[in-house]
């Protein structure tokens, strides 16, 4: 599975931005899809994830109600970011996850594209 992540860009606090993930490859395979963020120094954080089947949701709290994922089946999913904070600024990831039966979970990453909050 590879991934390709693209839509960061600078924005002021407040503005909205939507990142979008293409994935290519073994997409069948692909249980859940996610975003994730990384700022310099600290760790990468899961921040919005959504199941391939059923698109179950899940958010975490200094996102919920301004982020939202969304997808086209495996294919392609996206985050929609509102009313960005300064604090949003970091490299965004999109994030496959391959539930294999009988071998585990796999992951897979995109190269990531920078988001700046700024006035």
């Known amino acids: 599975v590879q991934l390709q992540a693209s839509g960061g860009g600078l924005v002021q606090p407040g503005e909205s931005l939507r990142l979008s993930c293409a994935a290519s490859g073994s997409i069948a395979s692909i249980n859940v899809m996610a975003w994730a963020r990384q700022v310099p120094g600290k760790q990468r954080e899961l921040i919005a994830t959504i199941t391939a089947g059923g698109g179950l949701t899940h958010y975490r709290d200094d996102v919920k109600g301004r982020f939202t994922i969304s997808r086209d089946n495996t294919k392609e999913w996206y985050l929609q970011m509102n009313s960005l904070k300064p604090e949003d600024t970091a490299v965004y990831y999109c994030?496959?996850?391959?539930?294999?039966?009988?071998?585990?979970?796999?992951?897979?990453w995109g190269q990531g594209t920078q988001v700046t909050v700024s006035s």
């Open positions: 994030h496959a996850i391959e539930l294999r039966i009988g071998a585990g979970k796999f992951d897979y």
